[in-house]
């Protein structure tokens, strides 16, 4: 059929990289890594041996992933694998302290296996820390499609090459948005709605930092949006909701967004008056 053999043809013309990671099998290894890491998400117990195997599968499975574009980029696969194999002990650790910060900060959690199991803003901090590791090794794509899959899967978005400290919490997460160049202490809290991002979007700023720095003990409320590489949040500071940023905070600050509400009863005499709320 010409229809056919013509966008066939075009198709071809216009292919940049045919050989890439499988996004399909990218997300398998993050969710079999998943349970690998932490056995109570799959409800098995997992003997030594049982996760020997696992581990050697998830090994089979990374390399899987970097084989593809070995070539494109010029990939030394055994030594990324064991550069990222190496660090998951850390990485391990840093998703614990994540996990009780999420425990210590949310009322509604009385579980750390909860935490573990069923809130969307954990399981976005895993793949991110993943990814992150992965990012500081400078592997390409791979760290984007672990990422996006959070993203799509938690509505989270976490940048795999923003620097995060210690025992993060996010809470509910739905809609956060954390940029590349974004720098974020240690006992840091975020809620939903969140944006860490940049003042410009102009190609040529790619290499600048073009996000925030968050510093320690720093709290954000939902739906603040905090812009720019030089703003600066200092260490203790509370961000209100709804609050809009684009300069730095001096320590210890309260930073709030001022609203006014307006509430007047739906009279029949009202109706046609024109519904004013002033929020």
Not at 26 to 47: C, H, N, R, T, W
Not at 177 to 186: C, D
Not at 234 to 248: R, Y
Not at 270 to 277: H, R, T, V
């Amino acid at each position: 059929m010409k229809e056919f053999e013509d966008i066939y043809n075009h198709i071809q013309q216009n292919q940049c990289m045919v050989n890439m990671p499988s996004k399909k099998k990218a997300e398998e290894f993050i969710d079999e890594l998943y349970k690998f890491l932490f056995p109570v998400v799959s409800g098995m117990e997992q003997g030594k041996y049982a996760a020997e195997v696992k581990f050697h599968q998830l090994k089979g499975q990374f390399q899987e992933l970097l084989i593809p574009i070995r070539v494109e980029f010029d990939i030394d696969c055994n030594a990324i694998s064991q550069a990222f194999f190496e660090n998951l002990p850390k990485a391990y650790t840093l998703l614990l302290e994540d996990a009780q910060a999420i425990l210590k900060g949310d009322p509604a959690a009385n579980y750390l296996e909860e935490v573990i199991l069923a809130y969307p803003g954990f399981f976005g901090i895993y793949v991110y820390r993943i990814a992150h590791e992965l990012y500081q090794i400078k592997l390409p794509v791979i760290p984007r499609l672990f990422s996006e899959y959070a993203h799509g899967k938690t509505g989270i978005d976490l940048h795999p090459g923003a620097k995060i400290g210690r025992s993060f919490c996010i809470d509910h997460g739905t809609g956060i948005v954390i940029g590349e160049t974004t720098e974020i202490g240690n006992n840091v809290k975020i809620y939903q709605g969140v944006t860490l991002g940049a003042l410009s979007v102009d190609k040529s700023l790619a290499e600048t930092k073009r996000h925030p720095t968050i510093k320690d003990d720093v709290v954000i409320y939902a739906g603040s949006t905090i812009l720019g590489g030089n703003t600066v949040v200092g260490h203790g500071t509370v961000i209100g909701g709804n609050v809009w940023l684009t300069e730095s905070v001096a320590p210890n600050s309260i930073v709030y967004h001022t609203s006014k509400v307006k509430v007047r009863n739906n009279k029949k005499s009202e109706a046609n008056s024109p519904i004013d709320f002033i929020i």
